[in-house]
């Protein structure tokens, strides 16, 4: 049984660009939620998809977008990188939201 | 402005004997706390957890209390083994547990030493 799946593993982008990173969830859960995790720091909430809309959102900018496709997997969208958005970006997925939360790898993005 | 907090970021402790990760939140209206461990290069892997109707909950070697009135919860570990070296992150969560969002704190260091 695959756990949550999330892609590329890490990447090195030019500030001022756009990326996209990707998660695939656990079977059976139809929600995902993204968190950011910055050197030394615990997670911090980016924002929680459910029914292909975003359902809750924490405190960063408008730069930093989602969606969910039908099939339950999830982008996280960042515009105009800045050099403090370089951090490992973690997917969560449970289903309808409740607290069994299983994360994947994560992705860690380099903003040089 | 911090609502978990977990104040020592690293801790050793010897094969066998016990560890004690501690968290601090401030904010009341949580009602469900999570610990969840983390090796490098993996996600974080859940626990244990507790809801704030309980003082205890127990799995295994690893136990946690909750301390609501000082707004405190512990995760006892006994006995440690090296396989529980990783970072420890506390997580607490608002609105019963569903629709909820975790709040993390900046994790604890544990080195289990043979």
């Known amino acids: 049984d695959a756990g949550v799946t999330q892609s590329p593993t890490h990447l090195i982008k030019t500030r001022g660009q756009q990326v996209t990173l990707r998660c695939s969830p656990k079977?059976?859960?139809?929600?995902v939620s993204w968190y950011q995790q910055a050197l030394g720091q615990g997670p911090q909430f980016i924002f929680q998809?459910?029914?292909?809309?975003?359902?809750q959102r924490g405190n960063f900018p408008d730069r930093f977008s989602g969606h969910q496709f039908p099939n339950y997997s999830s982008e996280l969208n960042v515009n105009a990188l800045l050099l403090g958005d370089s951090a490992l970006y973690l997917c969560?997925?449970?289903?309808?939201?409740?607290?069994?939360?299983?994360f994947g790898s994560g992705t860690r993005l380099t903003v040089v | 402005d911090q609502q978990v907090k977990q104040n020592s970021p690293s801790l050793s402790v010897q094969e066998g004997r016990i560890s004690i990760l501690n968290c601090d939140y401030t904010?009341?209206?949580?009602?469900?706390f999570l610990w969840y461990k983390k090796y490098p290069a993996e996600g974080p892997t859940f626990l244990i957890s507790?809801?704030?109707?309980?003082d205890k909950n127990e799995d295994g070697r690893f136990t946690v209390f909750l301390n609501k009135s000082a707004k405190h919860l512990s995760l006892h570990i006994v006995p440690s083994q090296p396989g529980d070296s990783a970072v420890y992150f506390c997580?607490?969560?608002?609105?019963?547990?569903?629709?909820?969002?975790?709040?993390f704190g900046k994790g604890t260091k544990l080195s289990v030493k043979p």
């Open positions: 507790i809801s704030s109707i309980k």
């Open positions: 969560a997925s449970s289903f309808q939201g409740n607290y069994g939360y299983t």
């Open positions: 904010n009341s209206m949580f009602d469900y």
């Open positions: 997580a607490a969560l608002r609105y019963g547990g569903s629709q909820g969002n975790l709040i």
């Open positions: 079977s059976g859960h139809d929600t």
């Open positions: 998809y459910y029914e292909e809309e975003e359902r």
